[in-house]
């Protein structure tokens, strides 16, 4: 949580230290909600199985693509079937990355802090468990490729958000120390990852965390957009 100092409210940002910050995508940088909807429906419908709710698939996103799959089989069939689990992905993957950002919008204050960092020499990263290809398009297709120096989707290393590969990478490649690094994400994921990293993490109130209350992980400082940092 934030830490308190004669009743006000400290933010644990620190942005003038920080030399890296990295960023999850879906639910943080961008809402793509409603493209996985789209995509995961046409791929039910490909495999002749009821569609889901758009309000379901925010509940089961930001765990990774076959999380996801595995998520929205579980309540349709009950009992996953790898075969047809590995049938589901496939059709996913192939429709979802084919037209990965329809829909798909920046949340509001991310332009202006990703400029902000860009303009203050920052490395800034983007870490999400989305796989790499659609991940770099929908970065690109929404004009914030020239601000990240790396898009580290979940599929480069074996391992993925909550282990904390990806930002233990991040410390390394770039040589700094983790109190250089601050982590920006939504969900228990990137709690989780930044904590065993060892590295600062804020959260934004707007993500999608799984349909769970994001204080309930106890992250250390909880923000309303982003821009509220750079105040």
């Known amino acids: 949580m934030p830490l308190f100092f004669e009743g ?3 933010s644990i940002a620190k942005l003038e230290q920080r030399q890296v910050i990295l960023f999850d995508l879906d639910g943080t940088l961008v809402d793509s909600a409603f493209d996985l909807y789209r995509a995961m429906n046409m791929s039910l419908n490909v495999l002749q199985l009821p569609n889901v709710t758009e309000q379901q ?3 089961w996103i930001g765990k990774g693509t076959s ?3 595995h998520s929205t089989l579980q309540h349709l069939v009950g009992e996953v079937h790898p075969a047809q689990h590995q049938e589901l992905l496939n059709t996913f993957l192939e429709i979802y ?3 990965p950002c329809v ?5 509001d204050g991310i332009m202006e802090f990703l400029a902000w960092g860009k303009a203050q020499g920052k490395t800034l990263v983007c870490v999400t468990n989305k796989p790499e290809a659609p991940a770099r398009a929908i970065v690109e297709q929404l004009g ?3 601000y990240f120096d790396d898009v580290i ?6 391992e993925r958000k909550p282990h904390p590969r990806q930002l233990l990478h991040c410390v390394e490649h770039y ?6 690094v601050l982590m920006i994400g939504d969900s228990v994921n990137d709690v989780e990852a930044a904590r065993r990293a060892g590295v600062d993490c804020i959260v934004v109130s707007y993500g999608y965390n799984h349909g769970e209350n994001i204080h309930d992980c106890q992250p250390q400082q909880v923000v309303d957009n982003l821009t509220e940092l750079l105040a």
């Open 67 to 69: 999380l996801f799959c």
């Open 175 to 180: 040589a700094v120390e983790k109190h250089q």
């Open 144 to 146: 914030m490729h020239d």
């Open 8 to 10: 006000t409210i400290m």
């Open 103 to 107: 829909d798909t919008q920046v949340f």
């Open 97 to 99: 990355n084919a037209d």
């Open 153 to 158: 989707g979940g599929d480069r290393f074996s």
């Open 57 to 59: 698939v925010r509940m």
